[in-house]
């Protein structure tokens, strides 16, 4: 329980510098802007191709998922298992690029935030669209997804 608490106020507080930092930095342009949008590129092309050995990769064994409507995962195998059974050959992820958000945190890593737009495979309609946050852990030259939260999902109908 207290792990789970601590990462969640970790969540909570790097979404809060995420504010705070827009003061003085939009997280709209830079080198760590680029690195984190080809690593979200990189991600949901293996996500939306099903390559989940490829997608597997990104992130960490202990990662924690954080879904409103899917509820909360706590490992890696759990994050792949539910892909193959509700995403896999059935929904496509798009970011939304204009709304995509990159900033630093000290001595771990980084933040990605934006929205992205879900797409029935079967039907070819965008319908579905969510939040996210994404917190990137920056070891040597590897990046790993740690926590992700999925967030205000709702109808592209819905304002």
Known sequence: MMKRSAAIWLALAALFASHVARAEDDGRDGPLYAQLLQLDQAVFDAYNRCDLDTFAGYFA???????????????????????????????????????????????????????????????????????????????????RITRVLSYGHRSLATP
């Open 61 to 143: 064994p202990d990662v924690e998922f954080y879904h409103d409507t899917g509820g909360v995962t706590h490992d890696r195998q759990t994050v792949i298992d539910n892909t193959r059974k509700w995403i896999c050959h059935k929904v496509r992820r798009e970011l939304i690029a204009d709304s995509f958000r990159a900033y630093p945190l000290k001595d771990y890593g980084a933040l990605a935030e934006g929205e992205h737009r879900f797409c029935e495979l079967a039907s070819g309609q965008c319908e579905g669209v969510a939040k996210f946050v994404i917190v990137w852990q920056h070891v040597g030259d590897q990046w």
